[in-house]
């Protein structure tokens, strides 16, 4: 499965911006997909992941609210909308795609996925 993630860019704060993960190869054996983001020093971190039907989404409190993550199961791509985009949520975006099937928290556990894309920027500032 390969995942290219595409829709980074430079935003102002109280900006929006859609980033969107295309997925290929082997993809009906993936259940989930989500975003992870990471900046220079730290972890990873959990944004927000869906099931790939739509019925199943989970969200980091930090971008509750102000994220609204979507699936197009027929092609394959998901989406994440960001807005209200503040200096914090500057960093790497990830797209992810889990094997397994995922429930509530599990949806936010790393080890749980299992392909990777490559990232793109996403960078809030004035």
């Known amino acids: 499965v390969q995942l290219l993630e595409s829709g980074g860019g430079l935003v102002r704060p109280g900006g929006s911006l859609r980033l969107s993960c295309a997925a290929s190869g082997r993809t009906s054996s993936t259940y989930a997909v989500g975003w992870w983001r990471q900046t220079p020093g730290k972890e990873r971190e959990f944004v927000a992941a869906?099931?790939?039907?739509?019925?199943?989404?989970y969200y980091a409190d930090s971008v509750k609210g102000r994220f609204t993550i979507s699936a197009d199961n027929a092609n394959k791509t998901m989406y994440v909308e960001m807005n209200s985009l503040e200096p914090e949520d500057t960093a790497v975006y990830y797209c992810a795609a889990a094997i397994n099937r995922l429930y509530g928290s599990s949806f936010g556990m790393r080890d749980l996925y299992d392909y990777w894309g490559q990232g793109t920027q996403v960078t809030v500032s004035s």
């Open positions: 869906i099931s790939w039907n739509g019925i199943y989404t």
